[in-house]
């Protein structure tokens, strides 16, 4: 972010020179230009690393599609073994009735 402010302060500073050589007529207008690519390329090559390095990072972040997944499968899951628990509930009440009903004692 410094070096975007600092950027920006060029800038201001080559357009202020950038007037002021317009009126002279002299040539050193183009080095001051050739210096402020070389610059904004220098910025650029940094920029490109910082970009690599984030996208490094997201690699290993869930897109929406894939908590979208996450979700249908969890809710199949979690659907499938409520019913598993009410027919093994269902099971259990029988047994315990026909127990219940059958024992004499």
């Known amino acids: 972010m410094a070096e975007l402010k600092q950027m920006i302060g060029k800038r201001a500073q080559l357009r202020n020179e950038k007037s002021r050589l317009a009126s002279d007529g002299?040539?050193?207008?183009?080095?001051?230009?050739?210096?402020?690519i070389a610059e904004l390329e220098g910025f650029a090559?940094?920029?490109r690393d910082r970009l690599s390095r984030i996208e490094e990072r997201l690699d290993a972040c869930a897109t929406k599609s894939?908590?979208?997944d996450l979700e249908t499968?969890?809710?199949k899951e979690l659907h499938s073994l409520t019913w598993k628990f009410i027919g093994i509930a269902v099971?259990?009440?029988s047994m315990v009735y026909f127990v219940a009903t059958q024992v004499k004692a």
């Open 26 to 36: 002299s040539d050193s207008y183009h080095v001051d230009m050739n210096t402020r």
């Open 45 to 47: 090559l940094d920029t």
């Open 66 to 68: 894939d908590v979208k």
């Open 73 to 75: 499968t969890m809710h």
């Open 91 to 93: 099971v259990l009440v």
